[in-house]
């Protein structure tokens, strides 16, 4: 059975910290792995990452897959207390329900002042 | 308005009911979703379209119903409302790359 495993479930630091979030995947024929950030009300899109080793960067966030391991990081540097909110991985498997996204549970982040 | 729509925003409802919630996106993506997000399970999928008339069963389609006569309409029916669907739902489209989500309907059966 496809899954997808986020890292930790929750976590809270202060503004300016850098914070790693982790995502690990189980999938028959991988195709893409995705981040979206939710606030309260729907996921917004992040990244899409399809390749080993090549880092994506919007700002003050960066991601970077690695298929050999199965898994995903998400940084963020230099939180604010904007980033605070439920940062969702998924994974797209090649084949299947062509076009759906199988989620994790997410990493509640709330940064502090 | 461009996008993807969902209403109503918030519903209440008693048990055994039939409650409609409505999907519409005005891309003209292929891909529907439907899923839903409840604390400690993330977002889980119900069912989804991959075109019009076109639709497939997803993770947890027990009691949901779908149709899709247009391509930008994704209707969600729960046939007999039971207190375990009380959620929220999220409806989902996509072509190739991201999923772009609506905001949301939250329900809740009493």
């Known amino acids: 059975e496809d899954k997808v495993v986020q890292s930790p479930l929750s976590l809270v630091v202060h503004e300016g910290d850098t914070v790693t979030l982790n995502c690990s995947y189980e999938v028959t024929n991988f195709r893409s792995l995705l981040w979206y950030k939710q606030e309260k009300k729907a996921p917004t899109f992040l990244f899409m990452l399809t390749s080993s080793g090549i880092e994506k960067k919007s700002g003050r966030l960066s991601s970077i897959l690695d298929k050999k391991e199965l898994s995903s990081i998400l940084n963020i540097t230099a939180t604010q207390t904007g980033d605070s909110a439920i940062y969702l991985c998924?994974?797209?498997?090649?084949?299947?329900?062509?076009?759906?996204?199988?989620f994790g549970k997410g990493t509640k982040l709330s940064v502090k002042p | 308005d461009a996008g993807i729509t969902q209403s109503p925003r918030y519903k209440i409802t008693e048990t055994g009911r039939q409650v409609t919630l409505m999907c519409h996106q005005t891309w003209s993506h292929s891909y529907m979703f439907w899923y839903r997000q409840d604390l400690g399970h993330g977002l889980r999928l119900i069912y989804y379209?991959?075109?019009?008339?076109?639709?497939d069963k997803g993770e947890v389609p027990d009691g949901y119903v779908v149709s899709r006569s247009k391509t930008e309409n994704f209707p969600l029916t729960l046939e007999s409302a039971t207190r375990s669907q009380t959620s929220v739902y999220f409806c989902?489209?996509?072509?190739?790359?991201?999923?772009?989500f609506g905001q949301g309907t939250r329900l809740t059966v009493v």
């Open positions: 998924a994974v797209e498997p090649r084949g299947g329900s062509q076009g759906n996204l199988i």
């Open positions: 379209s991959a075109a019009a008339d076109i639709t």
């Open positions: 989902a489209s996509r072509v190739s790359t991201e999923a772009f």
